[in-house]
């Protein structure tokens, strides 16, 4: 453990992927209450897009990330509330659409190698100095957001037209979230790769909603698998050269189970 | 005085899905500490007309004024609380206890990053109190019976110590002594709290000595000024489109 942490690259991990751990799952808290949980798997394909512009044109692929992810959540929204179109159905257009063309920009340029294998699937060589502050700064603006409006997306996750009827603003709100969800996905994807971040999102809160448990409770608990996850899945990833988004998610799967057969055997 | 500050003012509304219109011709006004019903059959547009009313749909044509302003100029929303039709069927693995959501009553009014007041949390608490859940309030939402639920939706309106409190079927699923209890506490509410109410119910003769006025509404709308009076065997069967009889409850007196 001493010597897995006495390298720099293993810190840098540890410092992202801890925070990513918190984003991840208190972001996704509201996504899965909000029945919201594909968008995830939907931005993360969009980011994907960014990375491949990136990794294509020479530009700082995580930033393009953010920006394609978040275009791609106000499209998201954009189409949810001005056509008549189900919002599953939204998502996996988009989903399929973005991954195709990430698909061909990496093709056209020749970029199909081990970096974007990486974004792919997650790494914890892959994470730079620059990387931890990138995703140090906007990670603490986007949860400073969450924490700021945590009472009225509870709120619109729980009734949306009660919710707006009270006078919040629920469309702006509405758009804040998918933001906030979409700079976190794009800011995750170094460490659990953009085809395992959803599952980071997603499982930590479905496993906290085992145990029935209040808004506050069930939040702390979603954090603390998110946070477990990762510790046990970077430890992994280091001793056994394995892909970090895998093992991390590995992880947090194995939380579910328990979590699920713990409750189960109650009743 | 009550009855003089006009809170909606509705002018020709007209509301269409496709061709097929639902709403015709409605004029209206719901004043300051009135306790208004609405009645009417299913399918004819009493809901449609308080999401009008709330914002949460545009009619095709006509004017909603609240509290003097148009609808879409309208900010203080906090002033209403709605308890909607399908209030008490939630979603059992929602991660809620009886006191987060009657705390969701004062988001509106408290600030970003704020924690709950003082102020806040004993107007919770008195809205848990008159809604009798407050010995529920660490239960999780899921657990309770559906007109224990209803009671703390109702509650979680009270919370925001609304100036009117909308109704759409409160009492849907919800047991008779429950359903007296509650009609005694609208009955307080209005006359000792001058809360202004609005009331969606098929169950019109409980409470007719205590309504200002009736509309009933079927596609169009009949504002009955002596709901007592107006409720004839006629009117019902008018409204309803069949041959309909009021059952007196002799324990109400009518």
New interface residues.
């Given amino acids: 453990m001493t010597e897995m942490l006495s390298y720099e690259f293993m810190q840098n991990a540890f410092i992202a992927g801890f925070i990513i751990a918190i984003l991840a799952s208190v972001s996704g808290t509201f996504v899965v209450l909000r029945r919201y949980s594909m968008i995830s798997e939907t931005l993360a394909h969009s980011a994907l897009v960014g990375v491949a512009v990136g990794l294509v044109s020479g530009y700082n692929p995580l930033w393009v990330a953010v920006v394609v992810a978040l275009l791609s959540a106000w499209l998201i929204e954009y189409l949810r509330s001005s056509f008549a179109l189900y919002s599953d159905a939204v998502l996996a257009i988009l989903l399929s659409g973005s991954l195709a063309l990430a698909v061909i920009i990496v093709s056209l340029g020749g970029a199909f190698n081990n970096s974007l294998f990486s974004y792919l699937f997650g790494s914890i060589l892959s994470v730079s100095k620059e990387d931890v502050i990138v995703i140090v700064v906007v990670g603490s603006a986007s949860l400073a957001l969450l924490l700021a409006y945590s009472k009225e997306l509870y709120f619109i996750a729980y009734d949306e037209e009660v919710a707006q009827t009270s006078g919040i603003q629920v469309k702006l709100l509405n758009f804040i979230l998918v933001s906030v969800v979409a700079v976190i996905i794009a800011l995750s994807i170094r460490v659990v790769g953009s085809l395992l971040i959803g599952a980071l999102m997603v499982i930590p809160t479905v496993s906290a909603l085992q145990f029935k448990q209040g808004f506050k409770n069930t939040t702390l608990l979603a954090l603390s698998f998110a946070l477990v996850s990762v510790a046990f899945g970077m430890t992994l990833s280091y001793e056994y050269s394995l892909p970090s988004g895998a093992t991390i998610v590995l992880c947090v799967l194995m939380l579910f189970v328990i979590s699920l057969v713990l409750n189960n055997s109650k009743r | 005085m009550k009855f003089h500050v006009p809170i909606f003012e509705v002018k020709n509304l007209n509301f269409d899905v496709g061709t097929q219109r639902i709403l015709s011709n409605i004029s209206l006004e719901i004043l300051k500490g009135e306790f208004i019903a609405i009645i009417g059959p299913n399918g004819g547009g009493k809901t449609t007309l308080i999401r009008m009313l709330?914002?949460?749909d545009k009619p095709t044509s006509g004017e909603i004024m609240i509290y003097g302003k148009k609808l879409n100029r309208f900010?203080?929303?906090?002033k209403?609380?709605?308890v909607?039709q399908r209030?008490s069927h939630?979603d059992s693995?929602?991660?809620?206890?009886v006191?987060?959501?009657v705390?969701?009553?004062r988001?509106?009014k408290?600030g970003?990053?704020s924690s709950m007041s003082t102020h806040d949390k004993e107007l919770v608490n008195d809205a848990m109190i008159k809604m009798d859940v407050l010995n529920l309030k660490d239960k999780?939402i899921?657990t309770l019976s559906g007109g224990q639920r209803q009671r703390v939706m109702i509650a979680?309106a009270l919370a925001?110590s609304p100036e009117i409190l909308i109704l759409d079927e409160p009492n849907t699923g919800v047991d008779v002594v429950s359903q007296n209890r509650f009609y005694a506490l609208l009955r307080s509410l209005n006359k000792d709290e001058n809360i202004t109410i609005v009331f969606i119910t098929h169950d019109i003769g409980v409470i007719a000595d205590d309504i200002a006025r009736l509309f009933t509404i079927n596609q169009k709308i009949t504002i009955c000024n002596n709901p007592k009076q107006t409720l004839s065997c006629e009117d019902m069967s008018l409204l309803y489109g069949f041959d309909a009889h009021l059952i007196h409850n002799h324990k109400h007196d009518h």
């Fill in positions: 709330l914002g949460l900010k203080k929303w906090d209403i609380g709605f909607p209030a939630v693995n929602f991660p809620a206890t006191q987060d959501i705390n969701m009553g988001t509106s408290r970003l990053f999780m899921g979680r925001s």
